[in-house]
C-alpha cells in the first residue's frame, strides 16, 4: 500500500460576506467544508456533496455556484457570499423576505441554496417569467415541495428590484 | 378569541431559516469534536470473516476504527433494541454488534478522525473479507413465499361468488417500486461529551424523546445521562421515525473515546436506512350494471427484511371507503435480504389508494360511466370496514368543489379525444383518504410578568409548522399577541411528545396548548378576584378570558382586570403550568381526511414525455390552523404525488443486491421544472365530534389520491394503462 502521507495545509484567504478570513486548508476540502466546518458558517448546507441539489449554493464573485464542486484552494483572494451574508444592518434581503412572504420553504435545509441561487439569477437577468425561473430553479430541490412558492418569492422580488 | 387559528400566519421560525441562522444536527460545535465516517458492507448476505482495520489505523489523524470486534458494550436484548415505533415482530437491526451481514449498505465499521476528510479517506483503507450467502433481494421472483400478516380486516359476504357474477368486472396488479424518503438534509448526529460521562446529542430525528430512550437502553444509560436535542430537522417523511445508525454510531464513538463526535452519513449511504417498499397491489372490483359495486378483493404484497415484519395498511382503505357487500382483504410480506421498510408519507395509503383509484378508473371505463359518477354511486357515508359514522366527512364537496374549480364538466370521456397542439391532454381524477389520529401530548407555558409566554415541548417540527401553529394557538388562549410567545421544542427534557408522524401532531399539540393555557387562565382568574375590589371578584374562572393582556368577563359586561397589574399585585414573576393533554377515547366513530384530487397531464406523444401541467386538491380536513403552512402541506404532498407517478424508483441490481441509483441525481424527484399549476382547496368541514377545535392534520392526505390522479390522466390522454410505477417515458413508448 502506497505511504499514508496527508498533503500540507496550503494557506488561502477568502473574502467572506465582506470579511477577509485566513485559513489553511488541505488540497481537497472543498468551499463547501471550509465554510461550514473552519469558518463555522453553517447556513451554507450539505445535501448531497455531488452538487445534485444545489443545497451548498453561494455566491462567489457574484454568480451562483455549488460550493460542493469547488475547492477551497481554488478561490484564494475570491469574494464569496454565503446566506448569512444578504441580510444588511438586520434588515432582510428582499427575497429573504419574500421568502417568509410566500412560504417558500418547510424545513429549512434547501432554503439557504435556494436564495442564494436566486439571487444569482436576479444578477443575471435572464428570468423573465415563471417558466423561466422554474428552468433556470431547477438544480436547487426542495423535498418539502415548496417550488409553487419559490417561484412566487422570486417573482416578488423581481419585481421589487 | 381567535386573532390566529384559522389565518395565513407566516412561519414564526421563517426568519431562522432564511438567514442561516436555523442549526441542523450536524452544525452544532464541540470542543475537540472529531468526525466518524461509516463503512458500508458490500454484500447483501453473509458474515465478515475479516476485518483489517491496521491501514486505516496508520492514516495521520485517525483516532480510532471501531468495529463489532472493538467496541463498547452493547444491549444483547432485542427489547433494548426496540424503539416507540419498532415493528411488533422482529429483530432491530443493532450497527456493529456482530458479524452478521444483512443488507447491502450495513454499517460494519467507523472511521474515526480529527478532519471529516480525513475519517472518509481512511475509511477506503478498511479492508474486509466476507464469506458470502445464498440471497436474495427481488419482490417479484419470491412473490410465491409471500406470507399473510395478521390485519384486523374482516370479510364481507362472498366475495369470490359476487365477483364471479359481476355484470362488469376489472380486476389487475399495480406495482409501486421501492422509493425513498430523501430529506434534503443529511442524516447526521453530534453527540457532545459533557466531561462528566454525559451526553447532549443532537440528532436528526422526527421524535427527541423516543431516541433518549433508545440510547439509554442500547447503552445502559439512566435517564439523566443523555439529552437529545432536535431544533430543526431538514425533512424526514417518516425517515426520522426510528432512530438510525448514524445515532448509534456517533454515541458509540463518543463513549468509547470519551469525546465529542459527529456522524454525517453520506446521500449514498442514506439509502441503508428505510424505505417505502415495493408493493405489488392486486385489486378486483366486480360492479353492477347501474355502477355500483358488488365486489371489492385487494391484495397487498409487500416488502420486508429479513429481520423485521413491517408492514402498514395498504388495503384497507378499499375496506373503508365505498359501499360493497361483499369483499376481501389480505395483506402479505416477503422478507428478503434488505433493510427494514420504514414509514414514508401516508404509508400503506398513498401507495394501497394508489392502487384501488386506478382500479375504479379502469371500472368506471368499463362501465362507461363518468369517474366522479362512479364515486359518488359507491359513495358510503359510513366506514365500511367498521359499519360507523363518521365524526365529519366532506367528501362529496370535495368532488364537487374540485371538480367545478377543475373545470370537469368540460372533459370529453374518450382517451385521445383531447389535443393541445402537438401535445394530447388527459384529464384524470381520484380519491385520497387518511386518518385523524390523535395523541397524549404534554405543554408547557411560563408566562411572565412583562406580558411574554414561553411555550415549550417535546415535539418536533419537520418543515411541517408546528412552531407556528404552537405559537398561534397559545397566543390565542394567552390573549397575547404572536410576538410575544416563544416556542421551544424538540429537547428530550421538555414535556411529552410521541414521534411527530401520522399527522397527529398538530391536533395533539394545539390541545395540549388549549389544556396548559387554561391552567394558566384558571391561575390568573384565582388571583385576579383575590385583588381588593377587583370587578371579577363574583365571577368562575370559567366565565373568564384571557384576551388583549386582561383577564376579562367572558360575558361582555366589561370587567377585566390586565395581567400585568395581577402578577405584580400577587408579587409573581412567572407562572408556570404544564399539562398532559390526552382526548377522550370515542370507538363509535370513524375519524378520516378526505380529498378529490384532478389531474392534467400533456403529452407529447413522439417523444414520451409526461408534464403534470395542472392539479386540483379538494380536501376536507376539518378546521385548518394556519392557511398558509396548510396549504404549503398539501402542495408538498401534491409534488410527492407528481415523484410517485413519473420519477420516483429504487432500482436494485438483484445480482448484488444492491441499489444502483443511490444519490439525488438517479433517483428523479421533482424538481422546479417539473411543477406547474397547483390549487389547494380547503373544503369547509366542522367538526365537533373529534376535538374541541375540530383539527385532524394534514401531513398525509396531500398525496394520496395524486398518483392515481396523474396515471388515470396519462390513460385518458394516450389511451395506455400503465400499472407499473413510476410512469416513465419508456413505458409510454413501449
Given at each position: ?8 495545509r496550503i494557506p488561502i484567504n477568502l473574502v467572506v460576506n465582506g470579511e477577509s478570513r485566513a485559513l489553511e486548508v488541505?488540497?481537497?476540502t472543498?468551499l463547501?467544508?471550509a465554510l461550514?466546518?473552519r469558518l463555522?458558517l ?18 462567489i464573485d ?9 475547492l477551497a484552494v481554488m478561490k484564494d483572494g475570491a469574494e464569496i ?81 | ?734
Amino acid at each position: 500500500m502506497a505511504d499514508l502521507t496527508i498533503p500540507e495545509r496550503i494557506p488561502i484567504n477568502l473574502v467572506v460576506n465582506g470579511e477577509s478570513r485566513a485559513l489553511e486548508v488541505v488540497p481537497w476540502t472543498t468551499l463547501l467544508d471550509a465554510l461550514r466546518d473552519r469558518l463555522q458558517l453553517t447556513g451554507t448546507k450539505k445535501g448531497c456533496d455531488h452538487g445534485q441539489c444545489g443545497a451548498c449554493t453561494v455566491l462567489i464573485d457574484g454568480r451562483r455556484v455549488n460550493s460542493c464542486l469547488t475547492l477551497a484552494v481554488m478561490k484564494d483572494g475570491a469574494e464569496i457570499t454565503t446566506i448569512e451574508g444578504l441580510a444588511r444592518d438586520g434588515t432582510l434581503h428582499p427575497l429573504q423576505q419574500a421568502f417568509i412572504d410566500h412560504d417558500a420553504f418547510q424545513c429549512g435545509y434547501c432554503t439557504p441554496g435556494q436564495i442564494c441561487s436566486a439571487a444569482g439569477l436576479l444578477a443575471e437577468g435572464r428570468a423573465r417569467d415563471a417558466d423561466e425561473i422554474r428552468e433556470l430553479m431547477s438544480g436547487n430541490l426542495c423535498r418539502c415541495g415548496a417550488y409553487l412558492n419559490i417561484v412566487a418569492a422570486i417573482e416578488q422580488a423581481m419585481s421589487r428590484s | 378569541m381567535n386573532a390566529y387559528v384559522g389565518t395565513p400566519t407566516s412561519r414564526v421560525d421563517g426568519r431562522a431559516k432564511v438567514t442561516g441562522a436555523a442549526k441542523y444536527a450536524g452544525e452544532f460545535a464541540a470542543d475537540g469534536l472529531l468526525h466518524g465516517f461509516v463503512v458500508e458492507a458490500s454484500i447483501a448476505r453473509g458474515r465478515v470473516a475479516r476485518l483489517d482495520t491496521s491501514e486505516a489505523l496508520k492514516v495521520k489523524g485517525v483516532v480510532d476504527v471501531l468495529t463489532h470486534e472493538h467496541r463498547p458494550p452493547l444491549a444483547d436484548k432485542d427489547e433494548a433494541w426496540k424503539d416507540e415505533v419498532a415493528p411488533e415482530k422482529g429483530s432491530p437491526f443493532r450497527p456493529l454488534y456482530d458479524e452478521r451481514v444483512k443488507f447491502n449498505g450495513q454499517p460494519i465499521a467507523l472511521v474515526v478522525a480529527e478532519d471529516w476528510e480525513i475519517a472518509k479517506f481512511a475509511a477506503t483503507r478498511v479492508r474486509v473479507e466476507y464469506e458470502q450467502e445464498a440471497f436474495s433481494t427481488d419482490l417479484e421472483s419470491e412473490r410465491g413465499k409471500a406470507e399473510k400478516v395478521d390485519q384486523p380486516h374482516k370479510p364481507r359476504g362472498d366475495a369470490a361468488a359476487a365477483l364471479t357474477r359481476a355484470a362488469v368486472r376489472h380486476e389487475a396488479d399495480y406495482v409501486i417500486p421501492t422509493e425513498h424518503h430523501n430529506p434534503m438534509e443529511l442524516f447526521a448526529t453530534t453527540a457532545v461529551w459533557n466531561g462528566s460521562g454525559g451526553l447532549t446529542v443532537y440528532d436528526k430525528t422526527q421524535g427527541v424523546q423516543n431516541v433518549q430512550k433508545f440510547l439509554c437502553s442500547v447503552f445502559g444509560k439512566e435517564p439523566d445521562d443523555i439529552r437529545v436535542i432536535s431544533p430543526y430537522v431538514g425533512g424526514a417523511f417518516g425517515s426520522g421515525l426510528r432512530p438510525q445508525h448514524q445515532v448509534v454510531l456517533a454515541t458509540l464513538a463518543a463513549l468509547a473515546l470519551k469525546r465529542s463526535v459527529r456522524v454525517v452519513l453520506t446521500r449514498q449511504q442514506m439509502y441503508g436506512l428505510g424505505y417505502r417498499p415495493m408493493t405489488i397491489e392486486r385489486v378486483a372490483l366486480g360492479a353492477k350494471p347501474d355502477g355500483t359495486l358488488d365486489a371489492i378483493t385487494h391484495e397487498a404484497i409487500a416488502v420486508t427484511s429479513r429481520y423485521e415484519d413491517f408492514s402498514r395498511n395498504d388495503t384497507g382503505w378499499a375496506e373503508q371507503l365505498y359501499k360493497s357487500p361483499n369483499s376481501n382483504f389480505s395483506h402479505k410480506l416477503v422478507d428478503l435480504d434488505v433493510s427494514t421498510p420504514s414509514d414514508m408519507r401516508a404509508p400503506g395509503a398513498a401507495t394501497g389508494v394508489c392502487a384501488l383509484e386506478c382500479a375504479m378508473d379502469e371500472l368506471a371505463v368499463a362501465l362507461k360511466l363518468d369517474p366522479v359518477e362512479l364515486r359518488l354511486r359507491c359513495y358510503s357515508d359510513r366506514d365500511q370496514s367498521q359499519s360507523l359514522p363518521y365524526t365529519s366527512k366532506q367528501l362529496r364537496e370535495c368532488y364537487a368543489r374540485g371538480a367545478e374549480a377543475f373545470g370537469w364538466s368540460r372533459r370529453n370521456p374518450a382517451p385521445r379525444s383531447m389535443r393541445d397542439g402537438k401535445e394530447l391532454v388527459g384529464w384524470g381524477m381520484a380519491t385520497g383518504v387518511w386518518e385523524a389520529l390523535q395523541m397524549p401530548v404534554a405543554v408547557r407555558i411560563v408566562l411572565t410578568a412583562n406580558g411574554h409566554a414561553e411555550v415549550s415541548c417535546a415535539a418536533s417540527d419537520i418543515g411541517t409548522g408546528t412552531y407556528t401553529i404552537v405559537a398561534q394557538v397559545a397566543a390565542d388562549a394567552l390573549g397575547l399577541p404572536i410576538e410575544n410567545i416563544s416556542v421551544r421544542l424538540a429537547d428530550s427534557t421538555l414535556p411529552q411528545a410521541p414521534v411527530e408522524g401520522g399527522s397527529w401532531m398538530a391536533a395533539s399539540s394545539a390541545h395540549a396548548v388549549l389544556g396548559a393555557a387554561e391552567e394558566i387562565r384558571w391561575e390568573l382568574a384565582r388571583l385576579a378576584k383575590a385583588m381588593p375590589g377587583s370587578p371579577l371578584a363574583d365571577l368562575d374562572a370559567a366565565d373568564v378570558t384571557l384576551t388583549d393582556g386582561m383577564i376579562a368577563s367572558s360575558d361582555g359586561r366589561g370587567a377585566a382586570v390586565s395581567i400585568a397589574d395581577v402578577m405584580r399585585h400577587s408579587k409573581l414573576e412567572r407562572i408556570e403550568k404544564e399539562k398532559l393533554n390526552q382526548f377522550a377515547e370515542d370507538k363509535s366513530h370513524a375519524r378520516n381526511t378526505h380529498s378529490a384530487v384532478f389531474a392534467e397531464v400533456k403529452i407529447d406523444e413522439e417523444l414520451g414525455i409526461i408534464r403534470v401541467t395542472r392539479i386540483v386538491n379538494a380536501v376536507a380536513a376539518g378546521r385548518i390552523l394556519n392557511t398558509k403552512t396548510g396549504r404549503s402541506q398539501i402542495m408538498g404532498g401534491v409534488v410527492w404525488g407528481i415523484g410517485m407517478a413519473l420519477h420516483e424508483e429504487t432500482v436494485m441490481d438483484h445480482r448484488f443486491g444492491r441499489i444502483m441509483n443511490a444519490n439525488i441525481a438517479e433517483y428523479h424527484i421533482p424538481v422546479n421544472a417539473d411543477v406547474h399549476d397547483i390549487d389547494v382547496i380547503f373544503v369547509d368541514e366542522p367538526d365537533e365530534r373529534i376535538n374541541r377545535l375540530g383539527i385532524k392534520g394534514l401531513g398525509e392526505i396531500g398525496i394520496v389520491g395524486v398518483p392515481a390522479a396523474i396515471a388515470n390522466a396519462v390513460y385518458h390522454a394516450t389511451g395506455k394503462r400503465i400499472r407499473r410505477f413510476p410512469i416513465t417515458l419508456d413505458k409510454l413508448l413501449e
